[in-house]
């Protein structure tokens, strides 16, 4: 069993859709969850991270982790064109010293269309 | 701020080649990680150092990858012999300490073995 899985699409919405991001993880340990954004034959981008279980906005983007049942989502609100990529979520443990490895879902593909 | 530069960006060569990437972190960033991402994968941490220093290389295949980070600042990463399945995007990072939340990625390189 992977450490964090992600559906990876592809999805496809229309412009203006609320879309929904969504990935699991197994390792009790991971504190920190992230969600990257990574355009074609770019390098991830990362949007915003949650410490712990709660929600986090940022403009139209809402992130969200419950802990109790390992899931983490994402939440774009009136999706645009310009929000078609692929979406990484990742965890990793708080860091205690020595490495401090980002754990990578498979991504999901998402293409708002017009 | 100038971003995280890899050099080069494409590279094509035959199994059993040997090949090297060049990274140069974000000015300051002690941390410094190589990824390796696969068609329809999440990225996976191949080594991290902190300034010239190794901190995890527990997912490196050390017989045939190699990695330095002399005077803590640009990074080598070696392939010899490569691979088929070394055909992939490798991607360096940089962080300001390893327990900073926020990586920022290069544009990776991409690695086609034929």
């Known amino acids: 069993q992977k450490e964090v899985e992600q559906d990876p699409g592809p999805l496809s919405v229309p412009e203006g859709a609320i879309v929904s991001l969504n990935c699991t993880y197994s390792?009790?340990?991971?504190?920190?969850f992230m969600w990257y954004r990574q355009y074609s034959r770019k390098g991830p981008e990362l949007l915003m991270y949650?410490?712990?279980?709660g929600n986090k906005e940022d403009g139209r983007f809402t992130a969200q982790v419950d802990k109790s049942s390992k899931y983490i989502s994402l939440f774009i609100r009136d999706s645009q064109p310009s929000d078609s990529a692929t979406y990484l979520c990742?965890?990793?443990?708080?860091?205690?010293?020595?490495?401090?490895?980002?754990?990578f879902g498979t991504g999901t593909q998402l293409k708002v269309e017009l | 701020e100038a971003g995280v530069a890899q050099s080069p960006r494409y590279k094509i060569i035959e199994k059993r080649q040997s090949v090297a990437f060049w990274c140069n972190p974000i000015?300051?960033?002690?941390?410094l990680y190589w990824y390796q991402q696969i068609l329809g994968q999440g990225p996976k941490l191949l080594i991290q150092?902190?300034?010239?220093?190794?901190?995890?290389d527990s997912q490196l295949p050390k017989d045939r990858f190699s990695a330095e980070r002399l005077k803590g600042v640009d990074s080598t990463l070696k392939i010899q012999p490569a691979k088929l399945e070394d055909s992939a995007v490798y991607l360096c990072?940089?962080?300001?300490?390893?327990?900073?939340?926020?990586?920022?990625f290069g544009q990776g390189t991409r690695l086609t073995v034929v």
């Open positions: 990742a965890s990793r443990p708080r860091w205690t010293g020595g490495g401090n490895k980002l754990t």
């Open positions: 390792n009790s340990a991971f504190q920190y």
């Open positions: 949650t410490y712990s279980s």
């Open positions: 000015s300051g960033h002690a941390t």
């Open positions: 150092f902190q300034n010239n220093g190794v901190v995890d």
């Open positions: 990072a940089s962080s300001v300490t390893p327990g900073n939340t926020e990586a920022f």
